[in-house]
């Protein structure tokens, strides 16, 4: 049994997920995951959450940087 599935999303929003990935060949579902993952922690605890944007947004950065050299 086959557990993927294909999802509709506006073209804007695949890029968003593009600039969330931290690796080139992460799959959405693991960037989904991800972002999943932090909201449900920033629930709980909101300092978690904002560790862990950080540390995504630095990783990002970092990314955008290599892809530029």
């Not at 509709?8 to 972002?35: A, P, Q, S």
């Not at 862990?52 to 990783?59: E, T």
Request: proline share 1%; charged share 45%.
């Amino acid at each position: 049994m086959n557990n993927i599935t294909t999802i509709k999303i506006n073209k804007e929003t695949k890029e968003r997920l593009d600039r969330l990935k931290e690796y080139k060949r992460e799959t959405y579902d693991e960037v989904l995951r991800k972002v999943l993952f932090i909201l449900n922690v920033s629930k709980k605890n909101p300092e978690k959450a904002t560790q862990l944007f950080r540390r995504l947004d630095s990783i990002i950065k970092r990314k955008r940087t290599d892809d530029e050299e």
